[in-house]
């Protein structure tokens, strides 16, 4: 499956958010937004999912216009992970999980062993299944995180949005969902994220979108689109840009940070 986005605009009042946005999303490929806080990241994820209509332009899925589709039909092909998630109610780490099955069962029935046993696999895929009888409430933000990433797998949707999926875990989590989510692609999803961190951006992704204002500055492979001045107009900060392990990597380094006066912080 893919979506492509095609001139889409959207604006809160007189505020212009979102400004000729034209993409696509192919299969098996993870595409990562990468730009500042405010460019109208999340807000394109909910003009895609129906959550915000009135826009300009189109979001398609196979070239059906995604607003012709109701929130059961759009839960079986697209699965979302938020930022953040707070429930009123204090429920089990796999009941959260089990949620991500509804669209599997009828409207008056509860989600039966099939369920149960795909929901305890994407547990134990993310390696949080000893959390599974733990209130949801009562974990870490971090965990909080895997636990949506999980509800999504079993929602068995093959395209995933993720809206900043790793920003509130340590660096191993970060690592092993990246890893996940990269893995996803191979077995055939389509994966939108956003993400702040141009380094595993540029590690993890097919192709990167780079937002600044409500519009795209760059979109390509991460080897095409990562430059010491895209970095510098995404967040206006000089920087710069190791190549590592024959540029299988780069490491984006603030060049206040190695500014001849400070050498004296660095060991010898």
Avoid: W
Avoid at 201 to 229: H, N
């Amino acid at each position: 499956m893919s979506i492509e986005v095609a001139n889409l605009s959207f604006s809160y009042g007189d505020r212009l958010i979102l400004d000729g946005i034209s993409f696509v999303a192919r299969d098996k490929e993870l595409l990562s937004i990468l730009g500042p806080n405010g460019t109208g990241k999340s807000t394109l994820f909910r003009c895609i999912l129906g959550l915000l209509s009135k826009y300009q332009g189109q979001a398609l899925l196979n070239g059906i216009d995604l607003r012709s589709f109701g929130i059961k039909e759009m839960a079986k092909v697209i699965a979302y992970i938020p930022q953040s998630h707070y429930p009123s109610f204090n429920y089990t780490v796999l009941d959260m999980v089990l949620m991500g099955t509804t669209v599997q069962v009828s409207a008056i029935s509860s989600p039966g062993s099939k369920q149960r046993k795909l929901a305890e696999s994407a547990l134990e895929r993310l390696g949080i299944a000893h959390l599974k009888e733990r209130g949801y409430t009562r974990i870490s933000g971090g965990e909080r995180q895997l636990v949506l990433m999980a509800r999504a797998l079993v929602q068995e949707a093959r395209i995933l949005i993720l809206d900043e999926p790793t920003a509130n875990l340590d660096f191993g989590n970060q690592i092993r969902v990246l890893t996940q989510i990269k893995s996803l692609t191979k077995e055939g999803y389509t994966i939108i994220q956003s993400t702040h961190n141009p380094d595993q951006t540029f590690l993890f992704s097919d192709r990167v979108m780079a937002m600044k204002d409500g519009r795209i500055l760059a979109l390509g492979p991460p080897c095409q689109v990562f430059t010491q001045e895209l970095i510098q107009r995404l967040y206006g900060i000089e920087v710069e840009l190791q190549s590592l392990y024959e540029d299988k990597a780069r490491v984006c380094i603030p060049k206040s940070i190695i500014a001849e006066d400070d050498q004296q912080r660095f060991c010898s």
